[in-house]
């Protein structure tokens, strides 16, 4: 056990040092490098038809929306989870990163003057709650909570970059975003590689939590493009 426990340690050691190498490579980092605020990818925003705005403030609303409700997800997890050797350093590792996603749509919501979700504080409630409630449900089930979240969200980040073609890529604001858009959405997808690895198959009711948690997170997103 304790070899396992080791073992574990020493992985989530090696992505901190890994992550901490690739922080200033990946395109966040404009957002998130004080050296580069000035920029005009990072502090413009593009001028677009009245459809064009429409989309992109849809996608940033609901992208800010998610990145507070996975926060609170992992917080709520962690809360249950946090004693544990193995779960909760790699559940503090998926929340210290869904800490700086949120960092940088707060950013970018700002930057394209994008009206928040008037849903943000149910998001936390919601969120703490899922990540909770899932964390006592034991590790599996926090697993499969997380499995479900991003295989969601995967397919919500592809779906965005499809309806992102027809912005004016010549604003250096669009290329970055999209950048931006696939580095998280790269980034989920290893938070669902992760829950899989890490047993969430193995939950009770695995196929029926992850319905009712996926169809959630569908419904909450069609509801924070609107509200």
């Not at 926060?71 to 800490?99: F, T």
């Not at 996603?101 to 936390?124: I, S």
């Not at 696939?182 to 939950?203: C, G, I, M, P, W």
Request: proline share 4%; aromatic share 6%; hydrophobic share 40%.
């Amino acid at each position: 056990m304790f070899q396992s426990i080791n073992l574990c340690r020493s992985c989530v050691q090696a992505f901190r040092r890994t992550f901490s190498t690739k922080a200033l490579a990946v395109p966040s980092a404009a957002y998130t490098d004080p050296s580069r605020h000035g920029e005009l990818a990072v502090s413009t925003t593009p001028q677009l038809t009245e459809q064009q705005r429409a989309r992109l403030e849809a996608a940033l609303r609901v992208d800010q929306a998610g990145e507070v409700a996975a926060n609170y997800i992992y917080k709520g997890q962690l809360a249950v989870l946090r004693r544990d050797p193995l779960a909760g350093p790699l559940i503090q590792d998926m929340w210290d990163q869904e800490k700086k996603h949120l960092e940088v749509m707060n950013k970018l919501q700002v930057q394209h003057r994008v009206r928040p979700t008037v849903l943000w504080e149910v998001a936390k409630v919601a969120g703490f709650g899922l990540g909770a409630v899932t964390a006592f449900m034991g590790k599996e089930a926090a697993m499969a909570c997380t499995e479900a979240v991003e295989t969601v969200i995967g397919e919500h980040y592809d779906d965005q970059l499809k309806e992102m073609e027809d912005l004016p890529s010549l604003h250096p604001s669009v290329p970055l975003l999209r950048d931006v858009i696939k580095e998280f959405r790269d980034d989920e997808l290893e938070h669902l590689d992760t829950a899989v690895e890490h047993h969430s198959q193995r939950a009770p009711a695995h196929a029926l939590l992850s319905t009712i948690v996926g169809g959630g997170c569908k419904v909450a997103i069609e509801l924070c493009k609107r509200f």
